[in-house]
């Protein structure tokens, strides 16, 4: 193992940052994930792989908890808590033995399209390194799960994990933003000295004029999918806390999205725009609007009415807008990349085919969709459990409008993020795995229902116009029926 200095220099400063916020570990571990391209090592013996910044954490975190004296019997009183918790235990050790035992046992026999060592080309399925560290994040992944839900137990955890949330879509923002402004500014890439993966960098290309954003990872459309995922996150706080720190993260999450010129990232907004849409149509059938609804179409009609103006005004404003649109979007299926891609995955599912729905292993290959990259590496079998996993955040709260709790928030915001984020994975992920991201959220979100479920139910307000309470002093009176009501009532 060769460390990172730099790696390492940015790992002490996050931790630095969370120690600020309450948790050292924590907050640092969700802040690291804007670093998507800084690795804190290099293992020649695993073909030079770099595992970013946040498996170190992910690491302190699970050893933390071995090294205590009683970690066994708290992972198995969370184990007998959760039952996707026993999914998760149980997919680990599937996927970790299937990769090992899969590509021997149809090694030769299937081909497989790899991007990553023949360049593209199809090659005959054969054991890769890319089995071992594929495995091994997702084990890392589904590790840090299980400690999380156990380590979220304790007093100010929760808010420590909220504030880890949003020091994360605060830290890709940011990154973001100095992206842009170095390449606005004529400086180029200024943050190629904390790119310490060994990745292929993509970070000074320009689509139609446009500057590609990458903020903290090594190209636009990973920078897209994290930033968007940050959007859901912040766009879900606000709507339920009504914060403006919130309010402020989602706008410049949603203005670096919409810079990004990412076909991923214009896709994604574009399902989550109508998904609101019709959410908030909904809403006057159940009774009521809610302010936040009102607050995000005025501000869609806000902006609609000066793009138009603008329009007016000088109507080839938009001409590099257009074209943006057009080659991202309406263009994008016809681009040799878009080809490549749909050879991968048909590939991809020929392989399930050729195994009889057992899969070639966790890395042996690389698709564009999440979905078929599951199922051809861990298969059909492996496949169900992960989507079982997903369906969890479907579930609505354990409460009610009369609860009075604090972990609401942190729930519907970490829900719809572990929800949203298979959304660009399935447009364009190429692996099987769903990502740390994904199982932290669905840690946050059985830690967050058990402290919504510990809640009590408060006493509803009277509506108004209803019957008030009577004072204390007439409260033991009672007024008597009549005699005449008396003698027909039976009494």
């Known amino acids: 193992m060769i460390p990172s200095p730099t790696g390492l220099l940015v790992c002490a400063a996050l931790l630095l940052l969370g120690q600020t916020l309450g948790s050292a570990v924590i907050v640092a571990l969700m802040a690291s994930l804007a670093f998507g391209s800084t690795a804190f090592a290099v293992l020649p013996s695993l073909g030079g792989s770099s595992p970013l910044i946040y498996t170190l954490f992910a690491l302190i975190l699970i050893g933390r908890l071995a090294l205590q004296r009683d970690g066994l019997e708290e992972v198995r009183a969370e184990l007998a808590r959760h039952p996707s918790c026993v999914v998760v235990l149980l997919l680990i050790v599937y996927v970790c033995g299937s990769a090992i035992i899969l590509p021997r046992l149809f090694q030769g026999d299937v081909g497989m399209f790899d991007m990553r060592e ?5 090659v005959p399925l054969a054991p890769t390194s890319g089995n071992i560290t594929q495995s ?13 839900c156990i380590g979220l137990r304790r007093p100010g955890a929760l808010r420590a994990m909220e504030m880890g949330f949003l020091a994360w879509v605060a830290m890709n923002v940011g990154l973001g933003l100095v992206d842009l402004l170095g390449k606005l500014a004529g400086i180029g890439d200024v943050l190629l000295p904390i790119r310490t993966a060994s990745y292929a960098l993509l970070t000074d290309d320009i689509a139609v ?3 590609r954003i990458a903020g903290g990872h090594s190209e636009a459309s990973a920078f897209a999918a994290s930033i968007f995922a940050g959007l859901v996150f912040s766009m879900t706080y606000w709507r339920v806390t009504q914060n403006p720190r919130a309010f402020a993260l989602m706008l410049l999450a949603l203005g670096l999205l919409l ?13 989550y725009a109508a998904w609101l849409t019709i959410s908030a149509c909904l809403f006057p059938f159940r009774g009521h609007i809610r302010r936040s609804d009102l607050i995000l179409a005025g501000l869609a009609l806000l902006v609609a009415t000066v793009c138009l103006g603008v329009y007016l005004v000088d109507s080839s404003a938009f001409a590099n807008v257009q074209r943006l649109f057009e080659d991202a979007v309406l263009n994008k299926s016809q681009s040799s ?3 490549e891609r749909g050879y991968a995955n048909y590939r991809s599912l020929e392989a399930l085919i ?10 042996s290959s690389r698709a564009s969709n999440w979905l078929i990259a599951a199922l051809s590496q861990i298969g059909v079998i492996g496949t169900l459990p992960l989507l079982a996993l997903a369906a969890l955040f479907l579930r609505p709260p354990p409460t009610d409008t009369r609860r009075d709790a604090g972990p609401l928030a942190l729930h519907e915001a970490a829900r719809a993020t572990g929800l949203w984020i298979l959304v660009p994975a399935i447009i364009s992920g190429g692996n099987a795995d769903p990502g740390i991201l994904f199982f932290i959220c669905l840690a946050t979100v059985l830690s967050c229902r058990d402290a919504l479920a510990a809640v009590p139910v408060l006493a509803p307000r009277p509506r108004t ?4 309470r009577r004072p204390a002093a007439q409260r033991g009176r009672t007024r008597h029926a009549p005699p005449q009501a008396e003698q027909r009532r039976g009494i």
Do not use: N, V, W
């Open 259 to 271: 810079m990004s010129t990412s076909s991923t990232g214009y896709a994604c907004l574009g399902a």
């Open 118 to 122: 023949s360049g593209g080309l199809e």
């Open 209 to 211: 004029g446009f500057f």
């Open 136 to 148: 091994s994040y997702f084990a890392l992944g589904g590790l840090t799960c299980l400690t999380l």
């Open 337 to 339: 990349s878009a080809r």
């Open 354 to 363: 050729q195994t009889g729905g057992i899969g070639i292993g966790m890395g």
């Open 465 to 468: 116009g209803a019957l008030q």
